[in-house]
């Protein structure tokens, strides 16, 4: 089945800095790469996604980038704030209707005011 | 904006309960899935649902764990007699389809 390695799990940088979350996964057939935010007592919430016909989204402060290749995927948030602290965690999935979710292990993000 | 909503938001029960975790997708979905978060550890998948039947389980989803999706808002997932490891953060997810799934803000189960 399908692993995603996530690091840092740990990561603090001060704000108006850039973070950058890296991750692997082991299946080749997967080929959507959702990332999700999640704030203390809320569940995991969807901020941006690839797949994998594409290699870099942008929104606004935040770009992801995948390389299909080497199987690595990445979560870059620009100009961070305060309110950026969470744990984000990427996953990855197969494309279909009901196709599970494998989550890596999270990355928790502390942005220093 | 709709969202998936869970309740309880934090249930405590005894060793060997039976415990049922209620979830309301979003309106228009029809996929949906539970996961568990066990304290400092990977959000992990336990089952999905579709068209009224199981679509896909991990090999956690053994025979004390059954989901049902009663009416055409709700859907359960029952404990038939809990155990300690059982512990754990457990989110309801739902999605329209193609992959984008959204997450509930989970149930607390503590099992004492």
């Known amino acids: 089945g399908e692993n995603v390695e996530q690091h840092p799990s740990t990561l603090s940088v001060q704000e108006g800095d850039s973070a950058v979350i890296k991750c692997t996964y082991s299946d080749s057939a997967s080929n959507y790469f959702p990332w999700y935010k999640q704030e203390l007592g809320k569940g995991p919430q969807l901020i941006i996604d690839?797949?994998?016909?594409?290699g870099e989204k942008k929104d606004q402060r935040i770009a992801v980038t995948l390389n299909k290749t080497a199987k690595h995927f990445s979560l870059h948030i620009t100009e961070t704030q305060p309110e950026d602290s969470a744990v984000y965690f990427c996953?990855?999935?197969?494309?279909?209707?009901?196709?599970?979710?494998?989550f890596g292990i999270g990355t928790k993000l502390q942005v220093i005011p | 904006e709709p969202e998936v909503t869970q309740t309880p938001s934090h249930q405590v029960t005894q060793m060997g309960q039976e415990v049922i975790l209620r979830c309301v997708p979003i309106s228009n979905h029809l996929y949906f899935y539970w996961y568990r978060q066990i304290l400092g550890q990977k959000v992990e998948f336990l089952v999905s649902f579709y068209n009224n039947e199981i679509s896909e389980k991990s090999e956690i989803f053994d025979d004390q764990f059954s989901v049902e999706r009663p009416d055409g808002s709700n859907f359960t997932l029952k404990i038939r007699s809990t155990k300690l490891e059982d512990s754990a953060m457990y989110f309801c997810?739902?999605?329209?389809?193609?992959?984008?799934?959204?997450f509930g803000p989970g149930t607390r189960l503590t099992v004492l």
């Open positions: 997810a739902s999605g329209a389809g193609y992959n984008e799934q959204f």
């Open positions: 996953a990855a999935s197969i494309s279909g209707g009901y196709q599970k979710v494998t």
């Open positions: 690839i797949r994998s016909n594409v």
